[in-house]
């Protein structure tokens, strides 16, 4: 059996778009001139940089082209009553596969903390009622009381598998929509197992990238601590987290990503699927004239009842 030599960086070529900001990497034979996640026509192409920054591991293709396409047209299907219309008879047209860079974040959370914890207590009260008769009578009930305690303490914790955007062609937030990811199917990056994908560099800065992971670390630590908190109820919930033993590893992630164009004058809808899991992602476009009419409907009801209450 002949060897299959892997694709050698002189067979590779950048394509840059001008408008998002995303680097992507592709096989001369498949590079696009469109760009797959802002469909701007605006990419350019030249040669790969070198100092390229090699990603730790990756995760490979589960949901075909085929299946994709069928999840976006069913999920534009099911959009919700106040889609634009001309958005709901679109069909997705740009569609590519593309290894998306992202960073896989994990750290020790020291925090310390302070809350007001709330015990709650039964008390039974005496109070003067009428009765039946119209006798004043004197009755007992039980009263659910709180007792307000301070709180403060430490907490350490692991944080792990925090997952943010290193592309500019796609935010953390789109990314959140398709994730999670099933991390234990993770293989050691190499060269072949994205050949014959697009590829992308990571179009983010690192401080941004860290910004953006410490921010999801915390918010995860506040949910753990609000878990973690004793008594019925607690308020006034503070912490200062310090991390440490922090992990920081690129991934390519597998995402497909499609372009709707739905109307001359408006930009082409991003929606993304996740290439492992299938889940789709996208923010629909709300048509203004339904909504307008939902909130007439809804005054219209309102003045209805009010005119046929103030008529008895
Ligand atoms: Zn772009």
């Known amino acids: 059996m002949p060897d299959v030599a892997a694709p050698t960086t002189t067979e590779l070529r950048e394509i840059k778009c001008q408008s998002c900001g995303s680097t992507l990497v592709a096989q001369r034979s498949m590079l696009a001139t469109i760009c797959p996640y802002c469909a701007s ?14 990603p730790e591991f990756t995760i490979g293709f589960e949901i075909d082209h085929t299946k994709a396409t069928h999840l976006v047209k069913q999920w534009i299907g099911d959009a919700h009553f106040f889609t634009r219309s001309d958005f709901k008879r679109s069909a997705p047209d740009l569609i590519h596969g593309v290894y998306l860079p992202a960073y896989l974040y994990g750290a020790v959370a020291d925090s310390s903390y302070s809350a007001s914890i709330g015990e709650n207590y039964t008390e039974t009260e005496t109070y003067t009622t009428t009765d039946a008769n119209g006798k004043t009578v004197t009755r007992t009930r039980t009263v659910t009381k709180t007792e307000w305690r301070k709180l403060h303490g430490q907490h350490s914790c692991y944080v792990v ?22 991390l234990r199917a993770l293989r050691r990056f190499t060269p072949a197992l994205v050949s014959g994908w697009l590829a ?49 590893d690129l991934v390519l992630f597998p995402i497909w990503s499609f372009a709707v164009r739905y109307a001359e004058d408006k930009p082409p809808v991003q929606i993304l699927v996740n290439g492992q899991t299938g889940r789709v992602g996208g923010q629909v476009p709300t048509s203004a004239w339904k909504v307008t009419f939902a909130v007439l409907t809804v005054l219209l009801l309102i003045g209805f009842i009010i005119v046929l209450f103030a008529s008895q």
């Open 41 to 54: 026509p605006s990419v350019i192409q030249r040669p790969p940089s070198q100092d390229r920054p090699t």
């Open 161 to 182: 598998d925090v997952v943010v955007t290193a592309s500019k062609g796609v935010t953390n937030e789109a990314l959140e929509a398709i994730e999670p990811f099933d």
């Open 200 to 248: 992308e560099e990571p179009s983010r800065g690192q401080n941004e990238c860290f910004q953006m992971a410490h921010n999801e670390t915390v918010a995860k630590v506040g949910n753990q601590l609000k878990q973690f908190m004793p008594g019925d109820s607690y308020t006034n919930l503070q912490f200062q987290s310090q991390l440490s033993r922090e992990v920081i």
